[in-house]
């Protein structure tokens, strides 16, 4: 299946560079905008399965807002943030409005593949040294109540991995079983952690050395 792709950008180099690279990579760009509003417009019009989206925009509502509004559309279509800046709070704010990755601009096309492939199979994907530089500058301190610690031994191992950036796949391999019990796994510690994602709880690993530092 071809994924079809929107591309926000206020520069339009940016949108015609990424164009070109993505439609030579087989994506199928169907639209651009140069907006928040124009990218709320665009998507609900054509429903794309990925936009990528600038966090910083011109003039009117910036690609923060322009998230927030895309998710309560209540569609399908992915969000992944694609942008310059490496501030932390901005990486916290993207996954409060509904963003499924942050992406900086400087990654390779191999690596902006893997993150639209990752969001496109349901995973949330941040580079690992952004999720500590998020806990590092201006995360609130940690509940003096460890959520980590109502996992049982073989989840806090399984959240180890997560945090580490492998796939249930790669887990299942690592620890020898399949990747359906990994599946089953990561599904229970999203519950007990009170998280919606493996990225939500891959930052909760990182808080909690004992569980952040894997194998």
Same mark, same amino acid.
């Given at each position: 299946? =071809? ?44 429903? #794309? ?11 009117? %509502?910036?690609?923060?807002?322009? =998230?927030?509004? &895309? ?16 501030? #932390? ?19 390779? &096309? ?5 993150? %639209? ?22 995360? #609130? ?5 460890? #959520?980590?610690?109502?996992? =049982? ?63």
């Amino acid at each position: 299946m =071809t994924v079809r792709i929107i591309i926000v950008d206020d520069h339009q180099l940016a949108r015609e560079g990424l164009k070109a690279v993505l439609s030579d990579d087989g994506f199928a760009v169907i639209g651009e905008a140069d907006s928040g509003e124009a990218a709320v417009s665009l998507v609900t019009q054509l429903k #794309p399965d990925v936009v990528l989206m600038d966090v910083r925009l011109g003039a009117g %509502i910036d690609g923060l807002e322009a =998230t927030r509004r &895309i998710a309560a559309l209540g569609l399908p279509s992915r969000v992944l943030m694609l942008s310059l800046h490496e501030m #932390p709070a901005y990486v916290r704010e993207a996954l409060a409005a509904g963003a499924c990755g942050y992406v900086l601009k400087d990654a390779s &096309i191999a690596e902006l593949r893997g993150a %639209i492939s990752q969001v496109m199979a349901g995973q949330s994907v941040i580079p690992l040294g952004l999720i500590n530089a998020a806990l590092r500058e201006g995360e #609130p301190a940690a509940s003096q109540s460890d #959520p980590v610690a109502l996992l =049982t031994g073989r989840e806090r191992e399984v959240l180890g991995l997560v945090a580490r950036g492998l796939t249930n796949k790669e887990i299942a391999r690592d620890l020898g079983v399949s990747p359906a019990t990994i599946k089953a796994h990561v599904e229970r510690i999203i519950a007990k952690l009170g998280v919606s994602d493996r990225t939500q709880a891959a930052v909760l690993a990182a808080r909690s050395s004992p569980a952040g530092s894997g194998r």
